[in-house]
């Protein structure tokens, strides 16, 4: 993995869409019911309500994954916090991989979040995560071109 010390954080403004879905979901799910029931609600309204539970179920296999097999547990900054922590970047780095069908690459980011016995299913539960916020992004795109046209 490329040393990125040098590197400024990237700040929350800086995320595309399904970036950013995953980042709020990250920041929002450990602060109970209520913060859990706001990214619900924007789940579903981007997703619908079938979309999003899948969505979430995938969401919180991947986290409950990531927190039990990591090698330290992962640091997430506050909801309203704008720069990402190493570890924030790192796990939005893996699913993004992962949706994208790059599993070698994802897996060679996850080595680092991961003992390697949650390889795997870390990778497999970040495909079922990230690829309904891509798609929410692609529709989205697509129904403002068919507005333009």
Known sequence: MPDASHVPPRRLSDLSGPDRRLLILLR?????PEAQAHAWDDLCGALGS?????CLSAF?????????SAWVTPSVAAPGDERLTPDEEAILTVVRLAT??????????????VRPEALLPVILAAERAGLPLLC?????????????A
């Open 100 to 113: 994208e069908g790059e599993r070698e690459a994802a897996l060679e980011h996850a080595m680092f979040l």
């Open 50 to 54: 079938a979309r999003a539970r899948g």
């Open 60 to 68: 919180e296999d991947l986290r409950w994954r990531l927190w039990r």
């Open 28 to 32: 929002l799910w450990p602060r109970g």
């Open 136 to 148: 929410a992004e692609c529709r989205a795109r697509l129904g403002g071109c068919r507005g333009r």
